[in-house]
């Protein structure tokens, strides 16, 4: 390994010119990005500017229609992953790749060249995977199964599959997207050994501060070209989002006074046992009512899906009562639920909110499908639902080709507004937004958040779960905090110190804990 | 993306899909070219020249009215079957239960014909013949779905071990209680010929069954495509936790497609028995229910794609016999040609993706020169 940490001479990974087409579409045009070893660099661009293409391109998923790609200065061409992966190029998709019902150390060792060719011995490739681990001190087990883990656990599976192929050069698609602020401060220590060591990272993320924080250098993509390389140290935040978008962005909400209203979520003492019997939700009371929106801060997996597959009616509650809008669908089957007046932006995209081979316009009429106005008399019209897919398509800047392109062919955050779309347009009175602006540019964060104000002040109800606090406090009107499937309190935005707000999403603020005892309305 | 393939069955990956169906096409012609192809070198290992045998083969299955009947013939219970089989493999439930059903679906269409007084008009009893050969396959379709929707009991196994059950139930029967009296044969007693299926080309055994097998075409993809249920079962089969997020019925939604799958099936086993032997008898099934799952694979789950690979499956079947008598290859050769059929179709996406980047090197090349 090259332990020369100053940039050499020549790149590790040099991209002259590439231009990949889809059909007649133009995703990348004519673009250049060299990376030296020893830096991370960032890539940045609004959803669809065509980052996960190139580096799909780079990886040998795509063949580029043109232009050249050098890897230590020698010309290279990837017919598959595979070849990638030998030439130690290694990625981290937007999406996740991991097998769900293998373990971590099956997952990690699956395509890798294991010790011996013919004899696969668990316990040795166990044991170099520990050294590795303990070399980046990890926490992980390596004989859990991948469904098990928690989405920060699972990334770092991809990690540690990277580091366990020797990969030098490191693309990762928006890693951070899905990581609480604690595990993107671990993620980021990580990178910084890795490149120490003199490896190379590509760095996608929507994130600019953490563009910021951890680049040396950023490309900036837009509509499939590329703008310029920066070093980022000369750099500000908005000189970045500048080039990105081409106008400013304030994430500075208007936020007018309201009366509230009629309550249209009540939930009182819910409680749910998962299947192994542990407790995941622990006697929940809570109100959401018309004009407000309340925020659910916590880092992901302390109970936040299963509080939003609760309201949605996808598992049953141990004990308690859930309303929505009034009508009791305590244990009621999600179609009631949403015939009651409930939107859901679930958020994991891939797993509940999409189908991927649907089409565009298939994706919008998914929920009620057989209502108006996409069945009529009892027929469905596939035109009602690309009609509706059309002026959502322009209402929410959805890039993609067609209303019936497939949802796979979109960009992940394209894919994400589909979804929001969907579920805002149908004017719900209460709206579950799980992690609504995950995978979005800056801009479009900005929008939907703007959106979410705009709904709550028309008298929308909205629980708004989202393991980013900067969102939870920007556009909230109250905030709970849920630790281990617990509320540890509520307080209103601004009310307490950021570091007030981290003891609770860890369970250590001992006077809080008093409170919830009865309850929170 | 990768793990959701993996967790997909083979037929739900092999749905034809809106924007790559013409990839798809072509890469399904190179498979049947290359099955042919290597059929061919089998043709001539077994000593006859390829070319004039599958001529032989065509003019056996196409050269005149009757040859051209008998293909129709042959490719109306298995495109019965093959459309229902569809609509589980949509819903990427991998059955394999079409033979059983079409036993199942003859033995209850034939005690109904057996058991129905005549004094209810032909006409009727025909038609009842036919609801009770379709409620048979679809309840034998149902066990299976109910066993999966309910304890998530392999559909595929159970659908297997329940053709071994039909096989030997309709022994049991044509053995027993309803053998022909006075007859030396296991076979029921012949069925009143006013219910017969009737023939519409003289001096063939070609039945109005066809026109059924064909609207029930028109009806699977009014129902797959532009009913509610079809866009609901269609979900189900590409991500049943979206389509359960989305308030489908899951359960119920795969129930329903093992009924209606069972149902056709169970129909065309009506048609083989009311149109062709007017009786029922041990082997009447043939062997149906298998050639529908490669028919419906080869045919992409697609309407039109269906019709055209049933019929390619008959005229294989039926052009082989002539061409056994004129060039003395075995029938069997067909066979080998419909095994290679559907591997090479499984890997169709391989075989576009290799012409593809050929025809990418060429061009390179030509740029280059
Ligand atoms: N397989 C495909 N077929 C057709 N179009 C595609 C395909 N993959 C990507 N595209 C199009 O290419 C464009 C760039 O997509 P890409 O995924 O590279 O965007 P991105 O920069 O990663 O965006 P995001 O931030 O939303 O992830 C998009 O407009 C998308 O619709
Ligand atoms: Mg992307």
């Known amino acids: 390994m090259d332990v020369d940490n100053s940039m050499n001479d020549v790149p590790v990974i040099d991209m002259r010119h590439i231009t990949k087409r889809f059909g007649t579409f133009e995703a990348n045009s004519d673009i250049s990005l060299d990376v030296y070893c020893g830096e991370i660099h960032a890539l940045l661009g609004e959803n669809g500017a065509g980052k996960s293409t190139l580096m799909n391109v780079l990886y040998g998923l795509y063949k580029p229609d043109e232009g050249e790609i050098y890897l230590h200065g020698n010309k290279i061409s990837f017919s598959s992953p595979a070849d990638a992966i030998n030439n130690r190029i290694g990625m981290i998709h937007q999406h996740f790749m991991l097998i769900p019902t293998l373990t971590v150390v099956e997952n990690i060792i699956l395509m890798s060249k294991t010790t011996s060719k013919f004899h696969l011995n668990l316990k040795t490739e166990c044991d170099r995977l520990t050294e590795i681990i303990q070399k980046y001190g990890f926490k992980i087990d390596l004989m859990a199964t991948v469904s098990d883990l928690s989405v920060g656990e699972q990334q770092k599976v991809e990690i540690l599959k990277m580091l366990y192929r020797d990969a030098e050069v490191l693309i990762m698609d928006e890693p951070t997207a899905v990581l609480s602020p604690n595990e993107v401060e671990e993620l980021f220590i990580i990178l910084r050994e890795i490149v120490d060591d003199g490896c190379a990272v590509i760095f996608i993320s929507h994130k600019l501060w953490e563009v910021m924080r951890i680049s040396d250098r950023a490309t900036i993509l837009r509509d499939g070209k590329k703008v310029t390389t920066v070093n980022t140290a000369d750099c500000s935040k908005e000189d970045l989002a500048n080039m990105m978008v081409g106008r400013e962005i304030t994430l500075h909400y208007e936020k007018p006074e309201i009366e509230i209203g009629e309550p249209m979520l009540q939930l009182e003492n819910v409680c749910l046992n998962s299947d192994d019997g542990i407790s995941v939700l622990k006697n929940i009371n809570l109100t959401v009512r018309q004009g407000e929106i309340l925020g659910v801060a916590g880092v992901d997996g302390n109970g936040q899906q299963e509080l939003a597959d609760v309201i949605h009616g996808m598992r049953k509650v141990s004990s308690g009562t859930v309303k929505v809008a009034g009508s009791d669908t305590t244990n009621c089957s999600p179609q009631t639920a949403i015939d009651c007046g409930l939107a859901h932006i679930p958020e994991d995209r891939h797993k509940r909110g999409s189908i991927l081979e649907f089409t565009v316009a298939e994706n919008i009429a998914m929920i009620n499908v057989d209502k108006a106005p996409f069945t009529h008399k009892g027929i469905y019209y596939p035109q009602n639902a690309q009609k509706v897919a059309h002026r959502l398509k322009e209402e929410f800047n959805i890039r993609c080709n067609s209303v019936n392109a497939e949802m796979n062919t979109l960009s992940g955050g394209n894919q994400q507004k589909v979804i929001l779309a969907r579920e805002i347009y149908r004017n719900p009175k209460l709206l579950i937004a799980a992690q609504p602006s995950r995978g979005l540019d800056i801009g479009a964060t900005e929008s939907i958040q703007q959106l979410l104000i705009d709904k709550r002040t028309e008298g929308m109800a909205i629980l708004l779960i989202s393991s980013d606090l900067d969102e939870v406090l920007a556009i909230s009107d109250r905030v709970i905090v849920l630790y281990e499937g617990e509320i540890q309190g509520e307080f209103i935005p601004g009310e307490k110190t950021f570091t007030e707000i981290g003891l609770m999403m860890t369970g250590s603020s001992s006077e809080e804990r008093n409170s919830t005892r009865h309850g929170v309305h | ?369």
């Open chain 2, 1 to 369: 993306m990768v793990s959701t393939n993996l967790r997909k069955g083979i037929f739900a990956r092999i749905k034809g899909s809106n924007t790559r169906s013409y990839t798809r096409l072509i890469g399904t012609l190179i498979a049947v070219l290359l099955a042919l192809l290597l059929g061919g070198i089998v043709i001539s290992i077994a000593g006859a020249n390829p070319i004039e045998a599958y001529g032989v083969l065509l003019r056996g299955a196409f050269g005149s009215t009757y040859a051209l009947s008998e293909t129709l013939l042959r490719a109306t219970p298995v495109l019965l079957a093959a459309i229902g089989l569809s609509i589980s493999f949509r819903s990427n439930l991998t059955s394999i239960g079409a033979e059983g059903q079409i036993i199942i679906g003859g033995i209850t269409s034939c005690l109904a014909g057996l058991l129905l007084p005549t004094f209810i008009p032909a006409i009727v009893r025909i038609v009842l013949i036919m609801f009770f050969g379709f409620l048979g396959g679809a309840l034998y379709g149902i066990i299976p779905g109910f066993l999966k929707a309910k304890w998530n009991i392999s559909e595929t196994i159970v659908t297997i071990m329940s053709n071994y059950v039909a096989i030997n139930v309709l022994s049991y029967l044509l053995n027993g209680p309803m053998k022909e009296v006075d007859s030396f044969y296991p076979q029921s007693a012949q069925l009143d010929d006013a219910l017969w299926l009737p023939v519409f080309i003289k001096n063939t055994r070609l039945h109005i069954g066809l026109f059924i097998a064909l609207a029930f075409v028109v009806i699977y993809y009014f129902f797959m495509f532009r009913l509610p249920i079809g866009f609901k079962i269609r979900a189900v089969g590409y991500n049943a936790s979206a389509a359960e997020y989305a308030g489908v019925k899951v359960s119920a939604s795969i129930v329903l497609a093992m009924a209606l799958s069972g149902g056709m099936a169970g129909l065309a086993g009506t048609m083989e028995v009311f149109g062709v032997h007017h009786r029922l008898y041990n082997d009447f099934a043939a062997g149906f229910g298998f050639d529908a799952i490669a028919v419906a694979l080869l045919g992409r789950l697609h309407p039109v794609g269906i019709v055209v690979a049933s019929i390619f499956f008959a005229a294989l079947q039926v052009g082989s016999g002539a061409m056994q008598r004129a060039v003395q290859v075995p029938t069997t050769i067909v066979y080998i040609i419909q095994g290679l059929l559907i591997m090479f179709v499984c890997m169709d996406k391989l075989l576009s993706n290799t012409i593809q980047q050929l025809s990418l090197k060429y061009r390179e090349k030509k740029r280059g020169a």
